[in-house]
């Protein structure tokens, strides 16, 4: 609704590509009370699949807004980088075949979505359900290394040989090779005392 103008639409994806924004962007403003466009919007009948307020819902709109909008915090991440979600997940039946996919795939609540590859899209044979810390580990900007055949995350690396991660970072930045900056073991500092000239040590039995 935009002033006298009243705009019916069969589906939430129609309403998007009409003005042009990233799909669930105008559920979105729907939740929150927003204006989309400039259209004030407005919900004819109920949703089918009874989820939008669940998790798994929120988690599929999200990923559609980082791929395909613009003005999303994280968009210079994802769809500025090209990074886009597959037409199985974006049709009208979209996220009926996304939460099949990820009751198959392992989903439970305290699980997010990882792109299995940082640089490829979200699709099936490219996602998995992680925890946070798997996930960090898989992030495009991690520095991978080799050692002993495997590649690992200084974080990965760092917890296999008890090493603070910091320490392994510093190592590796002086030019240490990374057999050397992991199997080192750590000298303990001991907390020292200095008594200054003149001090008199006191013997509290006496």
């Known amino acids: 609704i935009k002033g006298e103008e009243v705009l019916e639409f069969n589906s939430e994806k129609e309403a998007c590509e009409y003005l042009g924004v990233a799909k669930c ?5 729907y939740r929150r009370n927003r204006m989309c466009k400039g259209y ?18 929120k988690i599929w709109c999200s990923m559609h807004e980082r791929c395909g909008r613009p003005k999303h915090p994280q968009y210079k991440n994802y769809g500025g980088r090209g990074i886009v979600v597959c037409d199985i997940w974006s049709g009208e039946d979209g996220f009926y075949q996304f939460k099949e996919w990820a009751g198959e795939s392992g989903y439970t609540d305290e699980l ?22 798997e996930q960090a580990n898989n992030k495009r ?6 050692y002993k055949g495997e590649e690992y995350t200084l974080s990965e690396l760092a917890e296999k040989v008890g090493i603070n991660k910091t320490t ?11 057999d050397k900056a992991a199997e ?7 907390k020292g005392y200095r008594m200054s000239s003149g001090a008199k040590m006191v013997n509290e039995d006496d």
């Open 112 to 133: 997010t979505i990882d792109r299995i590859d940082p640089n490829g899209n979200y699709e099936p044979s490219n996602c998995r359900w992680a925890t946070f810390k």
């Open 141 to 146: 900007t991690n520095h991978i290394v080799q």
């Open 40 to 57: 004030t919007i407005e919900r004819v009948g109920i949703t089918t699949h009874n989820a939008t307020n669940t998790r798994l819902y």
């Open 184 to 190: 080192t073991p750590v000298r303990l500092r001991t």
């Open 168 to 178: 392994l970072k510093e190592r590796l930045k002086l030019g240490w090779s990374v």
């Open 25 to 29: 962007s105008v559920a979105s403003c």
